[in-house]
């Protein structure tokens, strides 16, 4: 079946280390997205990518990189510029305007 | 510019109430789509409902449904007989044909609490 894969679903960092989340799709979709959702919010856009070896920051790119090296991979790497990366990572995937978004499951990332 | 617009930041409800959610849209696009989607507890955003711009119908699929209207740039849903299970945040979506790549503009998303 095709979708989007997210991994960790948990993850656990010391402060100052920098951590990189997984997102993969094998939807053959174009553009993908790194989105941040802190407690009782909505969804802030980090980082998008329309095609391999291309991305723009997003809303709050800060503390954050990417790349997109293959089709199917968008990994982000949370820095330790990032002041407060505690947070729920979602990365998603898009054919286009009339597709809509599929998102993968979620990354939930505590720094201690 | 574009922009969604849910006013409701948080909804509680009874069990078997009606509730609806509301969600107002801007855009200067002509050709545009709307959406949908549901987050609950677990995370993960599910995709409901997706509406283009020439198609102003309602829509209905079990207890729910959905209102269109471009005389007011709105697209409410509505839970009918709402259930424990409802309980989730609900988000609208807006993406425009020209943005290439199909970005989606969100609204901030409505927490709806169902209890029984």
């Known amino acids: 079946d095709g979708g989007i894969t997210q991994s960790p679903k948990y993850l656990f960092r010391k402060e100052g280390q920098n951590v990189t989340l997984s997102c993969e799709q094998n939807?053959?979709?174009?553009?993908m997205y790194w989105y941040r959702q802190d407690p009782g919010q909505g969804l802030r856009l980090i980082y998008y990518?329309?095609?391999?070896?291309?991305?723009q920051k997003g809303d709050i790119a800060e503390g954050y990189s990417v790349s997109r090296e293959k089709k199917e991979s968008f990994p982000l790497t949370v820095t330790s510029a990032q002041k407060n990366p505690t947070a729920f990572y979602l990365c998603?995937?898009?054919?286009?305007?009339?597709?809509?978004?599929?998102f993968g499951s979620g990354t939930r990332l505590t720094v201690v | 510019a574009q922009k969604v617009t849910q006013a409701q930041t948080e909804i509680s409800v009874v069990e078997k109430e009606d509730v609806t959610l509301d969600c107002v849209y801007e855009?200067?696009?002509?050709?545009?789509?709307l959406f949908w989607y549901k987050q609950p507890p677990s995370g993960e955003l599910v995709f409901l409902i997706r509406?283009?711009?020439?198609?102003?119908q309602n829509e209905i699929s079990g207890r729910y449904s959905w209102n269109f209207q471009k005389s007011t740039s709105s697209f409410n849903f509505t839970i009918t007989a709402s259930q424990v299970v409802d309980s989730a945040v609900y988000f609208c979506?807006?993406?425009?044909?020209?943005?290439?790549?199909?970005?989606?503009?969100f609204g901030q998303g409505t927490e709806l609490s169902v209890k029984p």
């Open positions: 998603a995937s898009t054919g286009g305007a009339y597709y809509g978004y599929t």
């Open positions: 939807l053959n979709h174009d553009a």
């Open positions: 990518s329309q095609i391999v070896n291309d991305f």
């Open positions: 855009t200067r696009d002509t050709t545009y789509y």
């Open positions: 509406r283009n711009s020439f198609d102003e």
């Open positions: 979506a807006l993406s425009e044909v020209w943005n290439q790549g199909g970005k989606l503009i």
